[in-house]
Each structure stands twice: as C-alpha cells, then as structure tokens.
C-alpha cells in the first residue's frame, strides 16, 4: 500500500509544459513499464495547474504473486493527479490530490504544502501535510485484518514534511528536510505466506522518521555541477537505513547535459525478521511474522548514467522541427542488490515541451 502523497516539500511554481515520460524496469522475476503524461500550465494572478496521469504495467511471476506454483500474471495500475498552486511575493501554496488504483487495490491521497523566502530570498522554509486512504482485497482468499468491511483490508497514513534550504553564495547551496509519517492499518501483503503459518502477520501501526541533509555547488568555468546527498531512516518496526547519494553534472555542449551519479543503501532489519528459509522454525510461537525481503538486512547499490539535450539543433530539419523547443533525456541505471529480487536494469526516456 502506498504513503501518504507529497514525496518533496513545497513543490516549484509550474510554468508552461507537457512531458511525456517511460520507464522500463526489470529484475529477475519482473517487468515494469510506465509511461507518463503531465502537463502544467500558469494561470492568472499567480495561479497555476499540474495534472499527471500514469500507468504501471507490471508482468510478475510466482513470488510477487504470492502463489505456490510458477505462474506469471500481468497487473495494471492506473494514476491520476491535480495539484493546484498560488505563488505570491513572498512564498507559495499548494494543494494536490491523488487517485490511484489496480484490480484489488485504490488509494485516495491528498497534499498541502507551503514556502516561505527569508532573509532576502537567501533561503527558503517549506512545509507539507499529508493523507492517504488505501484499500485492498484479495482474489484468492478471505482477509484477516481487522475491521474489514465487505472483505477490504483499509491503511490511513498521515505524513509531514519541513525543511530550509540555505544559499550561501552563488554557487552553493543547502538543504536540511525532516519528515515524519504515521501508519495506521493493514500493511501486510495480501498474497505473502510464510510456510506452516500462512498469511503474514503484520503490526498494524508503523510510526517512521526521515532525515535528510543535501548541498550542491556549482563551478562555473568548467560548467561543473556536483550534488551530495544524505537520508538517515528510523521507523518504531526496528528499521534503520542509510543512503549516500552523489551525483556530477557536466555540459558537454551548449545543449547538451550529462549527469552521472551513485547511490548506496544500506538497511538493518526489522525487531521481528528471522531467516526462515535458512531456519524453519524461527518464527515458532510468534504473533508476528513475515517472508517480505524489504525487511530484512538490505544493501543496494545504483550507478546511473543520463543525459540531458536541448533539441535546438532540430529547427531546419522537416518534421523533427516540431520537436526543436522541447528537450529530450535518457538515462539508464544499474540496480545490485542483495535480496531475492536480483539485480534489476532501469530505463527512462523523456521529452518536455514548453508551450
């Protein structure tokens, strides 16, 4: 089940484009296509409007399933979202909502956030509120979560969000975001068993803490941008997790913009994980238990490698002169990890038309 909305804190004002997006990911046992349409536009007296829509086309086999035969299945999962904003001359406003849905599962998530400049527009203090409403139900069994309502397991999350970003000179910045969220409801696995127990059993509150530091600087001779990313995650489950994220651009051309990056993660597990494929009985008299590998002793590591180009250069070709305003990107990254998902490619294409 999804969190609450609003990823970033005090989204930017939206200025006049349509970005049509695809990403295509794949691991050992699944494939994900997702494309995206989002189109925003600036309205009068400050407004302005961003509506997406998205579709996940998720071809999965017996272990995403949750079956106990190899059987390969495809799901579908169709997102809507409006977010409405008002900037005025000191700080800015925002409202979004959030629709998302599959053939046994919805959620409903709405957002606000707002920003403040300070100190003659050298820094910058946002805030986000958030909610969200999940429903799911299985196909193959009847749930045991409580207060179900006509065989439908319900999740309510509460997120918020604050943080100030720092300009120091014209070439360095920083930022510091902490952000909080509160699950109450079913968070266990509709189709994920554990042998001779059934069913998972999760805790059906789940109380998570985010902290996350970040700086960029730029050098302009050589037209040189670096950025250095830090999150350190708590949740009340015994989960902690450390992310170190650094990433270097570079304009090769005038319309032309590289950008490599690294990320590595590393998690501790869950108070109530055991190993029971190695085990068997580890989970022998407990109230509480899973077979989920996002909760146990995760490290990942993510290279990615992507490209940035201005279609300028298009204007006297026939045809493609259409293209000549927008930018194209592509960017291509390598998943490893350590879980039972395998290692994973990921693949994005993207271009964005002012209008």
């Known amino acids: 089940m999804a ?15 349509v970005t049509v997006r695809g990403a295509y990911y794949r691991e050992t046992s699944t494939r994900v296509v997702q494309p995206v349409v989002e189109v925003a536009g600036d309205l009068p007296g400050g407004f302005d409007l961003t509506a997406q829509y998205l579709l996940d086309a998720i071809t999965s086999a017996s272990v ?26 000191r700080g800015r406003i925002t409202l979004g909502y959030r629709y998302s849905a599959e053939s046994d599962y919805w959620s409903h998530g709405l957002a606000a ?44 999350s509460y997120f918020t969000g604050v943080s100030y970003t720092q300009v120091w000179s014209p070439t360095l910045v920083s930022q510091l975001t902490v952000e909080g969220s509160y699950l109450d409801g079913y968070q266990a696995s509709l189709y994920r068993a554990v042998p001779n127990l059934g069913p998972e059993v999760l805790p059906l509150t789940r109380l998570r803490g985010v902290l996350t530091p970040r700086v960029a600087y730029y050098l302009p001779r050589t037209s040189t941008g670096f950025q250095l990313h830090y999150r350190y995650y708590r949740d009340d489950w015994g989960v ?38 190695r085990d068997p009985g580890c989970y022998q008299g407990a109230v509480v238990y899973t077979a989920d590998p996002k909760l146990q002793a995760v490290a990942t590591q993510m290279p990615e490698l992507k490209l940035v180009w201005d279609a300028v250069q298009l ?41």
């Open 113 to 156: 956030s707002g920003s403040l400049r300070l100190w003659g527009d050298s820094a910058t203090l946002a805030g986000t509120l958030g909610v969200s409403f999940d429903g799911a139900w299985p196909r193959t069994r009847t749930p045991d979560c409580p207060g179900a309502d006509q065989q439908m397991c319900r999740l309510r």
């Open 315 to 355: 204007r006297s070709v026939p045809f493609l002169g259409w293209f000549a305003e927008g930018s194209f990107e592509i960017s291509y990254a390598r998943l490893i990890q350590n879980t039972v998902f395998g290692n994973a490619h990921l693949l994005q294409m993207g271009y964005t038309l002012p209008y």
């Open 64 to 89: 995403a399933a949750g079956t106990s035969a190899d059987s390969i299945f495809t799901e579908l999962r169709n997102e809507v979202g409006l977010r409405g904003g008002w900037t005025g001359e």
């Open 3 to 17: 969190a609450a909305p609003g990823g970033g804190v005090a989204p930017a004002r939206a200025d006049n484009y």
């Open 240 to 277: 902690s997790a450390h992310m170190v994220e650094g990433r270097v651009y570079q304009n090769l051309t005038r319309d032309l913009e590289v950008r490599a990056s690294y990320r590595y993660y590393s998690q501790l597990p869950a108070d109530f994980w055991c190993d029971w494929m």
